[in-house]
T-cell receptor, first 115, second 113 residues
């Protein structure tokens, strides 16, 4: 039973380029969450998605960031025109639809470096 | 509103000594509480969770945590530290009805031989 998968694990982009981060949830999970982690800080919530729907994007920056979770395929976190401040570890988590205790299962993360 | 405070960004113990990582929370409704561990360059792994059943929760790797409502605390303990316990530990609170947990800033556990 594969866990949450994220790719790439490491991504280097120059300022102004686009970054695409992918997340495949655990089998049977239909809820996906994206978090950002800066050095020596906790995880900051960015966006919560279900298949084809954005449920809560209150943690997403208003510009340059977008997320999707299509009917088929992985969830994508897209960062346009990256800046150095976007350098961070981005984690995806998933949960099943019918769990009352809302436990989340995390992927290994994508470490984005903007040069 | 919900929030988490982890006291001490770094905790250092000797191998075999008691581990105590502190977590205090704030929640307007009875919460779910979690402890996660993160090893270098990896994602978060659930250690244990409190979901309004027993107040003393046992997790993996010999860790346990006690929910104390009167103190709004959920401290993580382990009787005897092992070198392999060295990692970053995160406490998280999630209010009932919310899908979004709030994480603390993390505590780095250092274990000395």
């Amino acid at each position: 039973n594969a866990g949450v998968m994220q790719n790439p694990r490491h991504l280097v982009r120059r300022r102004g380029q686009e970054a695409r981060l992918r997340c495949s949830p655990m089998k049977g999970h239909s809820h996906v969450y994206w978090y950002r982690q800066l050095p020596e800080e906790g995880l900051k919530f960015m966006v919560y998605l279900q298949k084809e729907n954005i449920i809560d994007e209150s943690g997403m920056p208003k510009e340059r960031f977008s997320a999707e979770f299509p009917k088929e395929g992985p969830s994508i976190l897209r960062i346009q025109q990256v800046v150095r401040g976007d350098s961070a570890a981005y984690f995806c988590a998933s949960s099943p639809a019918d769990r009352g205790n809302h436990e989340q299962y995390f992927g290994p993360g994508t470490r984005l470096t903007v040069t | 509103a919900q929030s988490v405070t982890q006291l001490g960004s770094h905790v250092s113990v000797s191998e075999g000594a008691l581990v105590l990582l502190r977590c205090n929370y704030s929640s307007s409704v009875p919460p779910y509480l979690f402890w996660y561990v993160q090893y270098p360059n990896q994602g978060l792994q659930l250690l244990l969770k409190y979901t309004s059943a027993a107040t003393l929760v046992k997790g993996i790797n010999g860790f346990e945590a006690e929910f104390k409502k009167s103190e709004t605390s959920f401290h993580l303990t382990k009787p005897s530290a092992h070198m392999s316990d060295a990692a970053e530990y995160f406490c998280a609170v999630q209010s009932g009805g919310s899908y979004i947990p709030t994480f603390g800033r993390g505590t780095s556990l250092i274990v000395h031989p």
